[in-house]
């Protein structure tokens, strides 16, 4: 079992950072790969980025493609998603989620992944 707990959003103007944190309790925090997701309201949940269990692989979404930087450090049970050069339409509810994923394009699918946080909000004003 896997809790997942997600802070550092907030609201910030158009090309402001923000870093986002998930803590994940459990010994086998290391063993999964992580993902980060995004819904806006009256939207689906979107994937944004995602990390391979020994942070060796990283995959982004076009969309966040040379703004976003996922990172983890499993020493701290912690992975991380750096947010540079936002936009209004950045503005969502984020999520991680942890699951036993082979690296590759299966990261990008929410079925893949068995854990999940409550989400942070992110709200970026132009």
């Known amino acids: 079992q896997v809790q997942l707990v997600e802070s550092g959003g907030g609201l910030v103007q158009a090309g402001g950072s923000l870093r986002l944190s998930c803590a994940a309790s459990?010994?086998?925090?290391?063993?999964?790969?992580m993902g980060w997701f995004r819904q806006a309201p009256g939207k689906e949940r979107e994937f944004v980025a995602a990390i391979s269990w020994s942070g060796g692989s990283t995959y982004y979404a076009d969309s966040v493609k040379g703004r976003f930087t996922i990172s983890r450090d499993n020493a701290k049970n912690t992975v991380y998603l750096q947010m540079n050069s936002l936009k209004p339409e950045d503005t969502a509810v984020y999520y991680c989620?942890?699951?036993?994923?082979?690296?590759?394009?299966?990261?990008?699918?929410?079925?893949?992944?068995?854990?999940w946080g409550q989400g942070t909000q992110v709200t970026v004003s132009s």
């Open positions: 459990g010994r086998t925090f290391s063993s999964y790969a």
């Open positions: 989620a942890a699951g036993a994923v082979v690296a590759g394009p299966s990261m990008e699918e929410p079925y893949e992944y068995e854990y």
